[in-house]
């Protein structure tokens, strides 16, 4: 602290008893309001520091084990083989019918149809025929090309009808089925053909309805019995028969008559004739499905 030089100095500090009220400013020191005392150095009283609460100590982590680490398995790489994931087969449905209003059209729905009819009816040519002009993909499965398939031990149905030429019709059968279910589980129509017998339902209609499905629709073509005499001499091989096989056949195709299945009579007619009428008979069956 500074004073001013020959002015006598303060006197003991007193309790109680403040600087200005026991000493007198010195003689010729500038006073007057605004004018701080001698010994003023303009500067307030320091306040204390501001308590700080103490720092709790830093404690350091308890040591963390890394978790056990699996081998994580890589993505499956990006399949470029081609495979095509197929739908499985189920049986067929009976198809819906279209509004009222709308007529419905055969060569652009999704079908499945059996066509029924004796050796010489002209069945593998209207099927082969019908499923090239169509709109929509199909396929044409024939029963006889498929029981062709075996070779050695083959049993022809023109040496006798007997339990080996019965296993093989059952299991070509069953296996134009599920190619059948195959194909229109993934959008593609099937018509498939064979000589049912109205008079053996459980090997004929019935076994084609259990390995298709209730939505197979049955057409029967049955010409006269000349016709398919004639057609029968053109054939060659396996395919041709007597002519009293021919007829035993085609008489036991008139079992049909009376059946509620619809019937072609395509004695007149060439197979594109004989198409055509098969796409009414059909567009009639998916307005109102045969009770079969």
């Not at 081998?71 to 449905?93: C, Q």
């Not at 019937?263 to 796409?279: F, H, M, W, Y």
């Amino acid at each position: 602290m500074q004073h001013a030089v020959g002015s006598p100095l303060p006197p003991p500090h007193q309790p109680g008893h403040g600087p200005h009220t026991t000493w007198a400013p010195a003689a010729g020191a500038p006073q007057g309001p605004g004018v701080p005392p001698p010994g003023f150095s303009g500067a307030g009283p320091v306040p204390p520091a501001p308590l700080t609460p103490p720092v709790p100590p830093v404690q350091a982590p308890a040591p963390q084990h890394p978790a056990p680490q699996h081998p994580v398995s890589p993505p499956p790489a990006p399949d470029v083989s081609g495979h095509v994931t197929l739908p499985p087969g189920g049986p067929v449905g009976v198809p819906a019918a279209p509004p009222p209003m709308t007529a419905p059209d055969p060569s652009a729905t999704t079908l499945a149809v059996l066509l029924i009819g004796p050796a010489g009816a002209g069945k593998t040519s209207v099927a082969k025929y019908w499923a090239d002009h169509r709109r929509v993909p199909t396929a044409h499965i024939s029963l006889d090309d498929v029981r062709e398939w075996v070779r050695s031990g083959f049993a022809d149905p023109q040496t006798g009808w007997n339990d080996h030429s019965e296993a093989q019709y059952r299991l070509a059968r069953r296996t134009c089925g599920f190619a059948a279910r195959n194909f229109l589980a993934n959008g593609i129509s099937c018509i498939l053909d064979d000589a049912v017998f109205p008079d053996r339902p459980v090997v004929g209609l019935g076994g084609w309805k259990r390995h298709v499905g209730p939505g197979l629709l049955p057409v029967v073509l049955l010409p006269g019995l000349d016709i398919v005499l004639e057609r029968n001499a053109e054939r060659s091989g396996n395919r041709r028969l007597t002519d009293e096989e021919v007829a035993r056949i085609h008489g036991r195709m008139a079992g049909w008559y009376g059946s509620g299945l619809p019937i072609i009579d395509n004695s007149q007619l060439d197979v594109p004739g004989t198409a055509r009428v098969l796409d009414e008979v059909l567009a009639r069956a998916i307005a109102s499905p045969p009770n079969w």
